[in-house]
């Protein structure tokens, strides 16, 4: 959605979660010119959170991204509470704790009981339903998913998803109130995944079936992702960064919510090595070895490489993914789950993809796409490699996306 120079009404705000996500998007909403509160029940991450603040302001005044009046406007705009209580006088409150559905829903039945009629109660949730959480509401008509990319001050991209539930005041105010936050708004429908968890899912999924046929190994794949289609990591890395407890956590929930459509998969191997502990950075080991900085030191290359031409296997990995991760975003459109420009902006501004997806299937052309697929299913006939009606018809009718 294009951003807008009206004002929002949004003035007093509430964060609740004063992890890495709720002090981020504190850190923003203070920024904007807000007047922040950020809630935790632990004493210790609120404490943890305001040092953490102070670092990264002072750091940007050493850069000169801020002035050092900034700096103390910004900091003296958020306090820190442990009471629910705190937030009464809040215009709008957003939610950043854990991915559970039921603590979600106890925490905002008592802030209910705490805040204005006219207070929008959001969520931060990734992939959880809105219309669910909405539904412990005494106004779930207030509710709305509001959902911050990690690390939230830096990530241009907000997905904003209104629930059958959702007012049209909710959904407005919220999406001008997030651009007024110079973010990016991409409006999407209450579906698991929304537009990125959603969409996203091939970049890993199929480059764990590439690993586990035997084609290439971790470093293959990744180098290839990189080269071939500049993306800026990898998939294993990339898994690696996020947690492969998290990433894998969070293609189960969706692969569980699809009702166990095999395009969203889970894997063993990511399974294995979440259960062996083998969660990546975090934990120095997962499909690399790191040392304390986060830097790769070794390299786990399990599978042997076979005499290929190696640009000839990288292109044929590269292709393979792209095509998966195109043939979804077209599905998203196919179903409405957000506008074409939403979906390819959700992922260039979201998670840094190198193009738009469905700009890049307009460029590799949409015949080559539905050649793709075809070749993949003969191979397989398997379910997960169905091309999507999306494509058929616009190759049919020799449309493209832009």
């Known amino acids: 959605m294009s951003e807008t120079n009206q004002k929002s009404p949004i003035k007093a705000v509430g964060i609740i979660g004063a992890g890495t996500m709720g002090s981020g998007i504190a850190q923003v909403a203070a920024t904007a010119g807000c007047v922040v509160k950020l809630f935790d029940l632990n004493q210790a991450a609120l404490d943890k959170a305001k040092a953490s603040l102070e670092k990264i ?14 700096k103390t406007r910004i900091q003296d705009s958020i306090s820190y509470v442990n009471s629910l209580k705190e937030l009464a006088d809040s215009d709008l409150t957003i939610e ?19 805040v204005s009629e006219a207070c929008i109660i959001a969520s931060n949730t990734s992939s959880l339903s809105i219309a669910s959480i909405a539904s412990s509401l005494q106004k779930p008509e207030r509710c709305v998913g509001i959902h911050f990319f990690n690390p939230a001050p830096l990530m241009k991209l907000v997905e904003v998803i209104p629930s059958i539930q959702t007012s049209e005041a909710t959904l407005k105010t919220s999406v001008k109130t997030i651009q007024n936050w110079k973010k990016v708004v991409a409006v999407a429908k209450d579906t698991p995944g929304f537009i990125v968890n959603r969409v996203a899912r091939p970049f ?4 764990l079936r590439i690993y586990e046929e035997g084609i290439a190994d971790f470093e293959t794949i990744d180098a290839a992702m990189k080269t071939q289609g500049g993306f800026r990591m990898g998939p294993f890395e990339l898994m690696d960064f996020i947690g492969n407890d998290v990433n894998y956590t969070v293609t189960e929930t969706v692969f569980e919510a699809f009702y166990n459509d ?36 070794q390299r ?21 993914v792209l095509v998966m991760l195109i043939n979804e975003a077209a599905d998203a459109l196919f179903w409405n789950i957000a506008s074409a420009e939403d979906i390819d902006n959700a992922m260039t501004k979201g998670v840094n993809y190198p193009k738009g ?46």
């Open 57 to 70: 302001m002072t750091r940007l005044v050493e850069k000169g991204r801020v002035t050092l009046e900034e």
């Open 96 to 114: 950043a704790i854990v991915e559970n559905i039921t603590i979600k829903k106890k925490v905002f039945q008592e802030l209910e009981s705490h």
């Open 204 to 207: 890993y999924g199929e480059a």
């Open 262 to 297: 095999p395009r969203y998969k889970p894997s063993f191997t990511q399974k294995r090595f979440s259960e062996a502990g083998y969660l990546g950075r975090k934990s120095g080991r997962g499909y690399y070895s790191y040392d304390e900085n986060g830097k790769i030191t």
């Open 300 to 320: 786990h290359s399990e599978l042997a490489s076979e005499s290929h031409d190696t640009a000839e296997v990288a292109t044929s990995i590269f292709e393979r």
């Open 357 to 402: 997806l469905l700009a890049w299937a307009d460029e590799k052309g949409i015949a080559w796409c539905v050649a793709q697929l075809d070749e993949l299913y003969d191979e397989y006939h398997e379910d997960r490699y169905r091309c999507s009606p999306m494509l058929r018809r616009m190759n049919r009718e020799n449309k493209t996306f832009f």
